[in-house]
């Protein structure tokens, strides 16, 4: 399974686990691949909530936020995306 949950994250999973995946561009101009799209993981989780965890972390770092009103409404915004994305594709299977 692979699912885009951000312009810069995914969720790729294998047999024990769900996989954390951030975009990169090669910025190398003397690589082949200058330009190009590739994907790493940067984590492996057992369980699903922790993967979204991980990404509402991530996002509240990323995030510019001063205020805690502001703080509450970037994790409900990221918890409304992942949720609209995975209620998407489960209707797909």
């Known amino acids: 399974m692979e699912i885009r949950l951000t312009n810069d994250y995914k969720l790729v999973t294998d047999s024990l686990n769900y996989i954390l995946q951030k975009r990169n561009v ?3 101009k003397d690589s082949e691949n200058y330009g190009n799209e590739t ?3 940067i984590g492996w989780y057992g369980k699903l909530e922790h993967l979204v965890n991980k990404l509402i972390e991530l996002e509240i770092k990323q995030s510019d936020v001063d205020q805690l009103h502001e703080l509450i ?4 915004d990221v918890e409304k995306r992942i949720v609209d994305i995975l209620e998407k594709h489960s209707n797909r299977l």
Request: glycine share 0%.
């Open 73 to 76: 409404t970037v994790v409900l």
């Open 26 to 28: 090669v910025k190398n």
């Open 39 to 41: 994907w790493s993981s």
